[in-house]
């Protein structure tokens, strides 16, 4: 196939309330840091794109928020469809956030069975005090396991630390991922996502009509 | 939940999650209350296959049917019209993001025991087994006159007023036989039955164009499906309402709506918690005393191990069979769906016949619908009553939605929700309000 289309990879964030999935979605789109007091919750916040380059590759980052759905009820399974790569979030300072990341993992797994995983250890700024959660426990956790975790980072949205490396990292494991996986989607007929365009959305790859 | 809310919404059904999406896009504070564990209701995507065969008391199937985890199973099967309300309602609340579709491949009327393409343009009506010589040609010149017919422009009306005259007089107008106009009521314009003959012209023109405006957009057919199933249109507008800043919360039965002075509503209790607010909006099944049967549905899913005949193993179909075909007062819808949508293993097929019932004995009703899909593999029959709300809410302010219709399309369920948002809001819902705002964060 002959497209030139920058292909873009649907991520979404994970985790228990409060661990700061929404501080870095605001991190990953504006660079910018909204401290507790004046953070209302997730309002208002869906998804973003942001281009990555992966040596000669683009590749579009389609990061995704949970609109806080968590708080009270839990996030629809729809949240997880399509998605090409998981990131599930805790908090450092926060041992409960860690212990629950099992429960998480296993609806990742459920409903977006072909996500690469990836763990972020956020609130790396803890000033002196210990750490809840040690790397230790950290890389039991992911030997548990098995293959499923992909990668592990530790980043802090307050000081704006180690998440641009993340998202550069993540955007080179999903680009080695999908060389392959690419290329068998193209031979299957694409959906297709309405829009407001009048003209009607052709798909191209698609088998024509033959009636 | 102790707080005080412009509206609490009862039930995650896809009418509930759209009016708790526009309500919280207009600026209301709303609580979105399910006293199930999951989003959907009775328009959830079941999932596992499992869980479908527990909720019927059926033993598990074991690996008969493949992975049980490949399946979503809606229990109300309906498709979307490409350019029907829905899709206005998607595309404007920007919830389209969240989905994807594809073409459902054929669509389908069935006459005199077989099934036949449903035609829509000339050329498919010369070309149409369901019609004799004489009969194609006058077709095909009804279709000239829907097509060319502008509402605006009384030119093009052809000396007869179509707000004034009425659809049989159209009919005869053209010279249509009964059977042409059976087809073109019911698997063209979608009518469920021959009230519509009585009607002004103007509305079925109306739904003509709807049908090939829909066709144009897209191919194939007229209509439109979520990949993993309908469950994700609920979810969709779910999403769109916390966004929005909406509350959820699953899984929390509920003991009583409060009245207060005049039997107007002043909150919801649960347990020993009340939310208090201004309005609730819910489905029938949360106000019991409230609503009234109208009538019974019955739908039967069925698991197929092959696509249906005469259909040129379409992967998704809908076959419309008119009710004077089979001698009813109302039609039989008859839909097709498979692995190709994520909602059945590969290999596999899920069929629905639904209609509404006439008699002591639906299931033999439906016969006609079934023989089309067998060999049946499975059958899953649900009979349920269709329930209307008693009064229009203005009193209690309490806004109930009407069950789900047996058609195999959203038109009615689009009309019954904006019906509500107007009865509730006093406002028309204005589908420009969101459509901008949303899209400036994606830049």
Same mark, same amino acid.
């Given at each position: ?13 994970? @985790? ?27 309002? @208002?916040? $869906? ?8 040596? $000669? ?70 000033? @002196? ?30 000081? @704006? ?33 309405? $829009? ?16 | ?107 389908? *009327? ?61 009919? =005869? ?19 469920? =039955? ?7 012209? *103007? ?54 709506? /409060? ?31 409230? /609503? ?44 097709? /769906? ?56 203005? =009193? ?8 789900? =219709? ?38």
């Amino acid at each position: 196939m002959a497209t030139v289309r920058i292909p873009r990879q649907k991520v979404i964030l994970c @985790g228990d309330y409060g661990v700061g999935k929404s501080s870095l979605f605001r991190r990953f789109t504006n660079n910018t840091f909204v401290s507790e007091s004046d953070r209302k919750s997730t309002l @208002g916040l $869906d998804h973003i794109d942001r281009e990555y380059k992966v040596g $000669d590759k683009q590749i579009k980052l389609q990061l995704w928020d949970t609109g806080g759905m968590e708080r009270v009820a839990s996030v629809t399974s729809s949240y997880y469809k399509f998605a090409e790569g998981a990131i599930l979030v805790f908090a450092l300072d926060n041992a409960a956030s860690f212990h629950s990341l099992s429960q998480h993992l296993l609806d990742i797994v459920t409903y977006a069975e072909n996500a690469k995983i990836f763990i972020c250890g956020n609130k790396s700024d803890l000033e @002196g005090r210990e750490p809840e959660v040690s790397d230790e426990e950290v890389e039991a956790f992911c030997e548990q396991c098995h293959t499923l975790i992909s990668a592990t980072y530790k980043t802090s949205c307050k000081i @704006g630390e180690g998440i641009d490396e993340m998202f550069q990292d993540i955007s080179r494991q999903l680009v080695q991922a999908n060389r392959s996986k690419m290329e068998l989607h193209a031979l299957e007929q694409k959906s297709f996502q309405i $829009d407001t365009a009048s003209e009607p959305e052709i798909n191209e790859e698609g088998t024509s009509c033959s009636c | 939940m102790n707080e005080e809310y412009d509206a609490i919404v009862l039930g995650t059904g896809l009418k509930e999650c759209i009016l708790s999406g526009m309500l919280s896009v207009s600026g209301k504070k709303v609580l979105h209350i399910d006293r199930n564990k999951y989003y959907g209701g009775e328009s959830a995507s079941i999932t596992p296959l499992e869980e479908l065969f527990q909720r019927y008391g059926l033993e598990a199937p074991g690996e008969r049917f493949g992975r049980g985890r490949d399946w979503n199973v809606d229990l109300i099967p309906k498709f979307l019209m490409a350019n029907g309300q829905l899709v206005k309602l998607l595309i404007h609340t920007g919830v389209t993001r969240y989905l994807e579709f594809k073409s459902i491949e054929g669509s389908y *009327v069935y006459k005199g025991g077989k099934i036949a393409k449903v035609p829509v343009d000339q050329k498919e009506a010369l070309a149409s087994d369901l019609m004799g010589m004489f009969e194609k040609r006058r077709f095909r010149n009804f279709l000239i006159y829907v097509q060319d017919f502008r509402e605006d422009d009384p030119k093009t009306w052809k000396d007869f007023d179509p707000t004034k005259s009425n659809m049989q007089g159209l009919y =005869d107008k053209f010279g249509l036989d009964k059977n042409t106009q059976d087809f073109t009521g019911h698997a063209l314009a979608l009518f469920r =039955d021959d009230e519509y003959l009585n009607e002004p012209a *103007v509305n079925t023109i109306r739904r003509i164009k709807l049908y090939s405006d829909s066709l144009a957009r897209y191919g194939k057919s007229p209509y439109l499906y979520p990949m993993y199933g309908l469950g994700e249109l609920p979810q969709g507008f779910a999403r769109l309402s916390a966004i929005y800043g909406g509350t959820y919360m699953l899984d929390k039965p509920i003991d009583e709506i /409060v009245l207060g002075e005049g039997g107007k509503v002043v909150g919801v209790r649960s347990g020993d918690e009340i939310a208090k607010c201004k309005q609730v909006y819910c489905d029938p099944s949360y106000v019991t005393d409230k /609503v009234r049967k109208r009538g019974k549905v019955i739908r039967c899913i069925c698991i197929l191990d092959h696509p249906i005949a005469s259909t040129k193993d379409a992967l998704s179909t809908q076959i419309i069979i008119p009710q004077k075909q089979v001698g009813r007062k109302s039609d039989i819808y008859v839909s097709l /769906v498979s692995s190709t949508h994520q909602v059945a293993s590969k290999g596999w097929f899920v069929g629905m016949v639904s209609t509404t019932v006439e008699t002591e004995n639906p299931e033999i009703e439906i016969k006609p619908g079934l023989d089309l899909l067998e060999p049946i593999a499975q059958k899953f029959v649900t009979i349920s009553d269709y329930l209307e709300p008693i009064d229009d809410g203005a =009193d209690s302010q309490i806004f109930i939605s009407e069950s789900y =219709d047996a058609t195999t399309h959203f038109e009615t369920t689009c009309l019954d929700v904006l019906n509500i948002f107007k009865r509730g809001t006093g406002e028309t819902f204005d589908f420009s309000k969101i459509k901008h705002e949303l899209g400036d964060e994606e830049q």
